[in-house]
Nanobody, 123 residues
Framework: VQLQASGGGLVQAGDSLKLSCATS????????MGWFRQAPGKEREFVAS????????NYADSVKGRFTISRDYGASIAYLQMNSLKPEDTAVYYC?????????????????WGQGTEVTVSS
């Protein structure tokens, strides 16, 4: 199982970035997907998730109104559009495939994890 996350980088506060997570149809077509992040010295935290068909999504309070999760069902890709980035968004971002079809918000609800992509937001 492979999840390939990409799109991270170094940006300034207020800028935007779009992360992508490519999987395979066999891995994700009937499963929710999500994004988590881990900042230096902190525990991994939930960012956003989306159900198998994109019909429902959940967001951490810290990113609501700024981040948008979406997925291209046919291409088995999930995206995280991040706008109005803040220095506190600096972290390694991980994508994951859920155990079920819904938009889980707990790390234990995810089965497969990709390698991270680093996002650094300067002030």
């Amino acid at each position: 199982v492979q999840l390939q996350a990409s799109g991270g980088g170094l940006v300034q506060a207020g800028d935007s970035l779009k992360l992508s997570c490519a999987t395979s149809k066999r891995t994700s077509s009937n499963n929710g997907m999500g994004w988590f992040r881990q900042a230096p010295g902190k525990e991994r935290e939930f960012v956003a998730s989306i159900s198998w068909n994109g019909g429902s999504s959940n967001y951490a309070d810290s990113v609501k109104g700024r981040f948008t999760i979406s997925r291209d069902y046919g291409a088995s890709i999930a995206y995280l559009q991040m706008n109005s980035l803040k220095p506190e968004d600096t972290a390694v971002y991980y994508c994951a495939v859920a155990r079920g079809a819904g938009a889980s918000t707990s790390g234990t609800g995810f089965r497969y994890w990709g390698q991270g992509t680093e996002v650094t937001v300067s002030s």
